[in-house]
């Protein structure tokens, strides 16, 4: 079963690398377990949301799903402080 046109260890790998990323990008202090989750959960938020706006995804493979993962994350990010305000 793939995600994406990746394995399930590439998501998992790919994933936490999206998550760091974004951790990075966005000065927030999570653990490694939580970029894993973060990546792998921002890319589905994002894939969702351009399927809603009926937009293409970035296509498929570990590129793509590093991409998708990076702006997911941050858009999780960002909607986890607007709720803790």
Do not use: P, Q
């Amino acid at each position: 079963m793939d995600v994406n046109g990746v394995g399930w260890i590439a998501a998992i790998i790919v994933g936490g690398l999206a998550g760091w990323l974004a951790e990075m990008v966005m000065k927030s202090n999570t653990g490694i377990v939580m970029n894993i989750i973060m990546g792998i959960v921002g890319a589905v938020v994002l894939n969702a949301i351009l399927a809603a706006l009926k937009l293409e995804s970035f296509g498929t493979g570990w590129v793509a799903y590093l991409i998708t993962g990076f702006i997911g994350a941050c858009i999780l990010i960002f909607a986890g402080r607007l709720i803790r305000r």
